[in-house]
């Protein structure tokens, strides 16, 4: 009978992998705990504000100029569901909407901000976005490339505050092993079949952090833009000597930058230049270190405006000049009035390149704050308004925004860092399935473009979405079909967990006559199941508004 | 942004929808007399087949052998029904259904990695960062929509991790994706019986309209509506039959072979009677690095039975006129095997089976050096040709120009047909 004792061991084992696995797993889909932030005071100084004074001034002006009368100011409710939305991917919980309503004053909101921005869950949402636009979504060579760490090393900055232009030049200039110097992956994600592909580095560098397109000028001077090969060639020269070894990425002085002529087919060598601001080019440092220093300088105002164009991309989910990385050439502000870009642009300069600062900023601005329904049947008006951010326009949530929404609105407490394991590991793994089948944007994704037929089917009847819509003792469902509250009571919580709004009155009687109807538990957790089915399924759930 | 006004106009029954969902009234519907099959002469529409070979297969180990040289290994070849056609021995069933197609042994890229050679391949368009390419498939279904149609009309088959997309042209002509073709098409069901079904719809409706309140024109836009009911419409669609192939003869089954790859070649088939103009059935597991022997060895007795099974169903049923089956991956594979007996990515100088559909038959184009030294192959192919070729032959006018979103005017394919397949 000896190996009896030896069987209890083996049978336990399984359970010893499976448990560390989902620990790990758990692990690694968190962020350091930390305790969910109080909502701050505003502090003493609040420059902010003449800022977004400014910006509003200059919509202001836009919409007399133009006779357009902007929509009325949304309530506190739909804010609250943007600014989620916008900086933390998801919806906000109830949880989230019951602390809210217990906060008093005028400036309630900017201190909602301000916690929003706080919350780790922010960082983690917006290095996704940030490593969409520098790197793409492929996960490339995986020898070579890491973009979990990229994305983590992101996180952290964005944590942190690391201002904006120290973290661009860090990119751009970065040595290291990819892993143990995360910033890194930025150079190696241009390896492709064992080349660094450089001018893939100068179309992603000038894309990303001057936005401009000048891809095209790889292979010709730009058809309709005044981007010259040479640009191209120039800008690639000072990516001429960087090179990736066993050690990582660094430096070699002595290579030299070589093109292939087209039509010759003779090698070249190419020295690097800037197309414009010569004179922001450094003179010490080397190759990268001075490209990062130009792209970043104070008078490059490219840079700023893009960064300010990107943010509100972001936030608004459409950027203020699209494509988000196609910018018109900034004008003479000796000769035109700044525009929004160049205001939070000096804004965000003057401050040390505040990443926070910014998105504040953005989400006190007026059309941040605007309604999304308009008076008018007329398309040509509704359009000019959306043109002029007269009306806020109705923009379809990415993938990841649906899920964490659904995965929010399936639980009445708040899921971020400081749940529990089994919420946190769920939501690592119900993202990624659901962001494979749902089809990723990749990083393209300030683009907009229609549902499709297989989402509304996975959003309908797929697997994630009839687990988190039947109901359970732990999920959201279960729970309002069982508290002993008002069945009007009822109706309005379903409506505040899904779309974070109160029933309009024709579907608070639709929902309560089907209430009246039920004479058990049972039936009234099926009605409160076909009622999330439907908030899950409405346009409401998963356009933002 | 751009043609969703097709969308909508086209697609606008949600009335009708609503009578036939939950219900088995979608015969209301028209459609059902446009199979293909049944239509004949020059009026019927064509579709394309591609047999998407993932990893990149090996050149010599298919349609480009060279037995008994340095380069071949320890392949041996054998002759096919095409006169002077020889393809690897590890397909003897395909080299007897080959009669019809022709064979490219000289296609080339410059582009050797998985992901940019399968967008490539893909697409007739070098991956770019700036503008997605879409795919062959998405291109056809935009310029030949079939009205009938209450299932997609781009359709992907078998796992893959490129799957074809509609790129620039929007995502709604991405594949449809169907993971384990022959067996579940994912998401079909309603979750609850036909009267909670209803209920729910009928929830559905009471808050989108508290949502349409005031946003009319915005939310008609999103085409959020349509894109429910079309959803709708194809669960209830007596079309889906056409994924389901428990309806054939077990005889078939088998001859296609009980692989996703079979199972999804012979849904291909009952997809293009049903008036489907882009398929794609996938057949990955070509990167063969290692031991390149046995593993195309395992590779086509996947690929044998299925291909030649399709070939030889398509012609009994007097399909092969009106479908062009397309064989080919992103690129094939060196010539020098490697220490591990492997072959290694060799975007130049690799081969595919294309045919049907009218293109000529039974031409074989171009030829990879038996010694290796030589990287060009004769008769160089570009990828953009071959695709230029196929949009030809369906009447597509290839050189048509469309607005990228950035509003630049982009052809459908840069390429010229090659003279030899026309």
Known sequence: MKPRSHNWKIACLPFCVVGLVVSLVAWASSSPVAISPKAPALPEDNSIISTVEQVDQVFENQWSEQGITPTETTDDYLLLRRLSLALHGTIPSLEELREFEAMQGADRIQRWTLKLLEDRRFADYFSERFTRAYVGVEQGQF?????????????????????????????ISGEGLWT?????????????????????????????????????????????????????????????????????????????YEVEDRETLEKRTVSPQVPFLNECLPEKGTLREKLAAWVTHRQNRRFERAAANRFWGLIFGVPYFNPVDDLPAPTDLTESDPDVLDILGQDFRENGYDIKRMVQTIVASKPFRLSSTSQTDDSEQIERATDAWALFPLVRLRPEQIIGSMLQASSLKTIDQNSNLFMRGRRFFSEIDFV?????????????????????????????????????????????SQLDISDEKRVETCFLVCLTRLPTSLERDHFLKQYQTASNPKQREKITEDLFWALYNSPEFSWNH | MFDSTFLSTKFNRRDLCKVAVGSTLSFMLPGFDLKAAQKRGPERQKSVIVLWMGGGPSQLETWDPHPGTAIGGPGNAIKTVVPGLQISDMYPLLAEQLDGMSVIRS??????????????????????????????????????????????QHISMGNTQFPARGGYLGGHLDAFRVQDPGKNIGNMRAGVESPRQNRRLENLNIVSQAFQKGRTIQTKKTLHQSTIDRALTMMSSEQLNAFEIEKEPESVRKAYGDSSFGRGCLVARRLVEQGVHSIEVNLSGWDSHANNFTGHQTQAKML???????????????????????????????????????????????????????????????????????????????IQDLYATILQNLNIDYKKELISPIGRPLALSDGTPIEKLI
């Open chain 1, 143 to 171: 020898i070579i490339f890491r973009r979990d760490r990229f994305k983590a090393w992101l996180s952290e900055q964005i944590q942190a505050n690391t201002p904006y232009d120290e973290l661009v030049r860090t990119l």
């Open chain 1, 180 to 256: 143990g110097d995360p910033e890194t992956n930025f150079i190696t994600s241009a390896v492709a079949d064992g080349n660094l592909d450089r001018n893939k580095l100068t179309g992603s560098t000038v894309r990303a952090f001057l936005g401009q397109r000048i891809d095209c000028a790889q292979c010709h001077d730009h058809p309709f833009d005044h981007w010259k090969q040479s640009d191209f060639e120039g800008l690639t020269a000072f990516y001429g000597q960087v090179e990736i070894q066993v050690l990582g990425v660094r430096q070699n002085e002595e290579l030299k």
């Open chain 1, 436 to 480: 494979r089948e749902y089809g990723d944007l990749g990083s393209d994704e300030l683009n907009d473009f229609p549902g499709t037929i297989p989402q509304a089917l996975l959003r309908m009847n797929g697997e994630f979405a009839r687990d988190n819509g039947s109901a359970s003792m732990l999920n959201s469902v279960g729970r309002v």
């Open chain 2, 107 to 152: 296609m080339v890229s410059k582009e050797g990695d998985h992901e940019r050679g399968t967008k490539y391949l893909k697409t007739g368009y070098r991956p770019e960062p700036t503008t997605v390419y879409p795919a062959l498939g998405a291109i056809i279904t935009h310029e030949t929509p079939n009205q009938s149609l209450e299932i997609p």
């Open chain 2, 304 to 382: 044998d039975p299925a291909f030649s099974s399709l070939l030889k169903d398509l012609k009994s049923r007097d399909l092969l006129d009106s479908t062009i089956v397309l064989c080919i991956g992103e690129f094939g594979r060196t010539p020098k095997i490697n220490p591990l007996e492997g072959r290694d990515h060799w975007p130049t100088g690799f081969s595919c089976i294309v045919g049907g559909g009218g293109l000529k038959g039974n031409v074989i184009i171009g030829e990879t050096d038996p010694t290796g030294k030589e990287k060009k192959p004769t008769e160089p192919v570009q």
